[in-house]
């Protein structure tokens, strides 16, 4: 549970509106994945098209154009496009998995390359391509791409900058399409192509009459030259007709009725299923085990030691394969193991907490920013306000616990697996099983949660290490204890905080002295780190901000909106009691920081806009009634933050009783992210950060003593999502 403690040393004046506002008391692979996920933020990353040589068996196998018809291929590259002519040829096919398949009886497929974990991708990016192509929505079929990064580029998904990175080549690729079709209609009606236009998968010659779809025209198209797609006309926003509807995910259907969508679904011929009994401390290792005994269980095929492969993060643990998921559950329970230590078992949560208390009452060990004249506004100051905030380490705990199924065959291995970076993890089974990566097939599924942990694929090199052992293919199936014992988790992190208030009431000085957690002494684990630029800081002329590191043994990662996720909550609400000691409405405050509209990095869509951040507050308090009178013991709260690109203001509505019980009756969102594709994506998003932001500040601490997960020890509270209906309690003055 976060918690926060106040002291302000010239009490301020009461304020109604602000009743509600009282708080409530990795390492290297990890760091890696995420600057991996980030790594393809520029638009010009994602531009070229590559062609790459298939047999006519293997190309025919994935496609399906036996009988003729245009494929694109597409593989995103440093800048322009290319595609090739593909369509019932004899000769070896220069085509890639395609992006866009039309054949000669009008069917459409359009394959997204990123993979599908609930953000809306696999609807998202079809959606790109076929406002482009002028396809007929209704009538597409939408397709998960296999995993081929050397075709396609990254296909990983995280760091909240797939459609910034691949917008631009998607559009290109629909539009390239669209004109070859447009060409092969004039050719063939012997007209100028500037007289053709496109609608719903039809091409139209307005005054002849003349019209054709696009599987009419494909095997046509698929002999014309491919025009360079940075030449290509696109689209105005203005003539969208798919782009800005509302459009459901392409796999709602599916969903609902059951269909075998996710790793976890995967069933294969002789399939065994595997668990892997690995340390509650990271890095311990197997002391001994009562092998023989469980090997006797029924169902069990196997048990076996293992010291684990550091090359795919595999780590040393006890592997268990039976004939089911039940027979291997039930075996895991009957095992029992005596391990060495770790590192990670000198971990404690409550012992960092009294270290963070020490080291933030005194000077940073890193200064991170230090402007203006911080030490004579602090004394020049009316009110000064000094706060100490703690947030707890998180587990991601997605609704599908990690699993993979592997099976090794015909000289390579193959893999079904619901991963976030399923190309890295291709290229990190192949480096443990010393394959060629060609000798590595993945097929990415439908990922059940993700929120960063899928970034890493230890459960991917756990799943390639038992399949070297099982010669059949094998489900790796982790339980839900384990996906909470061996999590990447979100850092915890501690803010000694304190505020000068000038005679008018304004901010005049900001002080941050940020205690985190570091695995090599020297830099911040992953999610851990400050960069010294969030929201106020930027915008205030005095400003000290100071880092202080305390060892861990214990893996992070990145975790939902990284970084912020944890520094968004301390940061916002100083300000919010920041305002209360100058006697200010909150409102008029956030937008007196903010002041005249600029961009504090012009073109940069990382850097803070103050004229866009004003406008969501105001949008976001107007909507939620800021000002009005509130009945007794009800507030309104209002916090604004930036974060990975997004302008984001949200006011809660909160009544609290003189028994501390909390009720959030409504929080109003208001964001500026850019041009919205799909508002019915962008509502779910948004509705899914609130609950997820009032489940972490209420009930999705993971505490640790000598390396282990405490809340493990207790299944039936293993994990608590906050649920709309919940009572909420709260402690704090």
């Not at 995993?147 to 909240?160: H, I, L």
């Not at 300000?575 to 000691?581: N, T």
Request: glycine share 10%; with cysteine.
């Amino acid at each position: 549970m976060a918690t926060v403690e106040s002291r302000t040393v010239v009490p301020p004046a009461a304020s109604p509106a602000d009743s509600g506002t009282s708080l409530l008391s990795g390492d290297g692979l990890a760091q890696a994945a995420l600057e991996s996920a980030l790594a393809g933020r520029s638009c010009e990353s994602a531009g070229r098209l590559q062609l790459v040589s298939w047999s006519r068996r293997e190309f025919l196998r994935y496609t399906g154009l036996a009988g003729g018809g245009l494929m694109l291929a597409l593989a995103p590259r440093a800048s322009g496009l290319r595609a090739a002519d593909v369509g019932g040829q004899d000769s070896a096919m220069f085509a890639p998995n395609p992006l866009i398949r039309i054949a000669a009886d009008d069917s459409v497929v359009i394959y997204a390359k990123r993979p599908e974990i609930g953000q809306g991708l696999k609807t998202a990016f079809p959606m790109i391509v076929a406002e482009e192509l002028d396809a007929d929505w209704s009538r597409l079929r939408i397709e998960q791409a296999p995993v081929r990064p050397e075709v396609y580029g990254p296909q990983g998904a995280g760091g909240s900058r797939s459609i910034a990175s691949d917008f631009d080549s998607l559009r290109r690729a629909g539009a390239v399409a669209r004109l070859m079709l447009l060409s092969a209609a004039a050719k063939r009606w012997g007209v100028a192509i500037g007289e053709c236009s496109t609608h719903a998968g039809v091409v139209m010659h307005a005054s002849s009459g003349r019209r054709a779809s696009y599987g009419a025209l494909a095997a046509s198209a698929a002999t014309l030259p491919v025009p360079d797609p940075n030449t290509v006309p696109l689209k105005q926003r203005k003539d969208y007709r798919i782009l800005g509807q509302r459009v459901g995910g392409v796999d709602n259907a599916k969903i609902v009725t059951g269909q075998p969508l996710f790793g976890i679904d995967q069933q294969l011929p002789g399939m065994l299923f595997a668990v892997y009994e690995k340390s509650p401390a990271y890095g311990g290792g197997v002391a001994e085990a009562n092998i023989d005994e469980v090997r006797m269980l029924p169902g069990v095929k196997d048990v076996f030691v293992t010291d684990g492969d550091p090359r795919g993060d595999a780590p040393p643990g006890v592997v268990i394969v039976a004939s089911s998921t039940w027979a291997a559950f039930s075996a895991k329970r009957a095992l029992k193991v005596r391990w060495t230590a770790s590192p990670a078992s000198e971990d404690s949560w409550n012992g960092a907490q009294r270290r963070a208390r020490v080291l933030a009452a005194g000077p940073g060990q890193q200064t991170l920013v230090e402007n203006g004249e911080v030490s004579a506004a602090f004394a020049a100051a009316k009110h000064t306000v000094e706060a100490f905030y703690t947030y707890p380490f998180v587990s991601h705990a997605p609704l599908e616990p990690q699993n993979t199924t592997a099976w090794i065959h015909n000289g390579g291995i193959e893999m079904w697996t619901p991963s976030q970076m399923a190309d890295h993890g291709r290229a990190a089974v192949g480096q443990m099983l010393g394959l060629s990566v060609s000798k590595v097939t993945v097929h990415q599924t439908r990922v059940g949660g993700g929120f960063g942990r899928r970034l890493m694929f230890d459960y991917m090199a756990e799943a390639a290490l038992v399949a070297q052992r099982v010669q059949a293919p094998v489900k790796l199936m982790w339980t839900r204890e384990d996906d909470m014992t061996h999590d990447y988790y979100r850092v915890a992190g501690f803010h000694a905080l304190k505020g000068a208030i000038d005679s008018r009431g304004k901010l005049s000085a900001w002080q941050d002295h940020f205690v985190t957690f570091s695995a090599d002494g020297n830099k911040p684990v992953s999610g851990g780190g400050l960069s010294g630029q969030e929201f106020p800081a930027p915008l205030l002329s005095n400003v000290r901000i100071s880092q202080s590191l305390m060892p861990l043994g214990t893996r992070c990662g990145p975790w939902r909106a990284p970084g912020s996720n944890g520094v968004a909550f301390p940061l916002q609400c100083f300000l919010h009691e920041l305002s209360v000691a100058a006697g200010r409405d909150h409102l008029e405050f956030l937008l007196e920081i903010l002041g005249e509209p600029r961009w504090l990095t012009p073109q940069n869509d990382h850097a803070l806009n103050t004229g866009r951040a004003a406008a969501v507050i105001k949008l976001a308090a107007d909507k939620a009634g800021w000002g009005r009178k509130l009945p007794t013991g009800r507030a309104l709260g209002l916090a604004f933050y930036f974060s990975h690109a997004g302008h984001f203001a949200e006011v809660a509505e909160v009544s609290v009783t003189p028994e501390k019980k909390l009720t959030v009756h409504r929080v109003t969102v208001a964001g500026d992210i850019g041009p919205v594709l799909n508002p019915s994506c962008a509502e779910n998003q948004c509705q899914g950060a609130v609950i997820d932001g009032l489940s972490t500040m209420l009930a999705l601490e993971i505490t640790i003593e000598q390396g282990r997960v405490q809340q493990v020890r207790d299944r039936a509270n293993l994990f608590a999502e906050f649920r709309l209906s919940a009572t909420l309690t709260f402690s704090g003055p």
